[in-house]
């Protein structure tokens, strides 16, 4: 589960809807909405404890929940990437692009039913590496936000 947080608002993103998606079909992960963000519920409004800010969300990937955004890491020698790992890179591209154009200060990652434990680990992460195939975010851990300057829209003007 991936949970976000800022002093400004964050605008939602509708989730996909889940009954109009045919997993058994080849190709599914393409064809969802890769990148989500919805208020919290009562299952996981305790997360928003972890964060001193103003607005806290809840953040999915293509699959939805958080695990796709860890569907790219490449652990070892890549294999030419699946579906799978195509769809967990437009995640996190979104993801990226997101936190960067909404002032996002901070992340926070855990499995789904753990959002009422403690944290494990605090760390400050610069945003350009969730963008980096290499990196994989840990369980349990709270994320600082790094200002930086973004490069990557940069490069787009």
């Known amino acids: 589960m991936f949970y976000i947080g800022a002093d400004n608002e964050l605008p939602l993103i509708e989730p996909q809807n889940w009954k109009e998606v045919d997993a058994k079909q080849d ?3 393409s064809k969802v909405v890769p990148f989500s963000v919805e208020l ?7 997360v ?3 964060f001193q800010l103003a607005h806290v969300r809840y953040a999915g990937s293509f699959e939805g929940c958080g695990c796709g955004f860890g569907a790219c890491v490449i652990e070892e020698d890549p294999d030419p990437p699946d579906e799978h790992e195509l769809a967990g890179r437009v ?5 990226y692009d997101y936190i960067i154009k909404n002032q996002v200060n901070a992340l926070y ?4 039913g753990d959002e009422g434990q403690a944290i494990k680990h605090s760390e400050v992460l610069d945003p350009e590496k969730i963008l980096d195939l290499h990196f994989d975010f840990l369980e349990r851990t709270f994320y600082t936000i790094r200002k930086t300057v973004n490069k990557r829209m940069q490069n787009t003007r």
């Open 27 to 29: 190709g599914w992960q």
């Open 91 to 95: 995640s996190r591209e979104r993801l």
């Open 109 to 112: 990652c855990c499995w789904a």
């Open 40 to 46: 919290l519920d009562e299952n996981n409004r305790i």
């Open 48 to 50: 928003a404890q972890k």
